[in-house]
């Protein structure tokens, strides 16, 4: 398990030079995903006989909510980097750790508990989550913490 999981963090410091000085750096720079908007919704609203200043949302951000979600966005994911770093140094480092040199020996009885416990984990960050649905980049972030 510890293997595994040392490889899987470790491969991209051979990885991700070897890819780069292969293929070239992309310098991608992300405005584009910045310059995506929403489409026009006219068409839907005309057929629907719906007028669009009833819609929320509908009008677009104002630079000031544009500006407001660009921080709570950064926020988010400041935590959710934060939280991914603090659960992998517990999970890899400080959970096994006091096994080695004790002459510890894997057996089916403990593996329940070692299995329920990231489990119970992965549990309640999902129903924080969806407890917070309304916040969308709230989940986005607990998301991006239980993909790490």
Request: glycine content about 8%; some cysteine.
């Amino acid at each position: 398990m510890l293997a595994g999981n040392v490889v899987a963090l470790l491969s991209p410091l051979i990885f991700v030079p070897v890819l780069t000085y292969a293929f070239g750096p992309q310098n991608y720079d992300y405005k584009s995903m910045a310059a995506i908007r929403l489409g026009n919704d006219e068409d839907i609203a005309d057929e629907n006989q719906t007028d669009l200043e009833l819609v929320p949302g509908a009008n677009g951000l104002t630079a000031e909510e544009y500006a407001t979600e660009q921080k709570k966005l950064k926020r988010a994911s400041l935590i959710a980097k934060s939280l991914t770093g603090f659960m992998t140094i517990c999970l890899l480092i400080l959970w096994p750790m006091p096994m080695y040199g004790s002459g510890y020996i894997f057996s089916k009885k403990v593996k329940p508990p070692s299995t329920e416990s990231p489990l119970g984990w992965l549990h309640a960050n999902i129903h924080h989550s969806s407890l917070r649905a309304g916040s969308l980049w709230a989940s986005c972030g607990s998301s991006a913490v239980l993909s790490a």
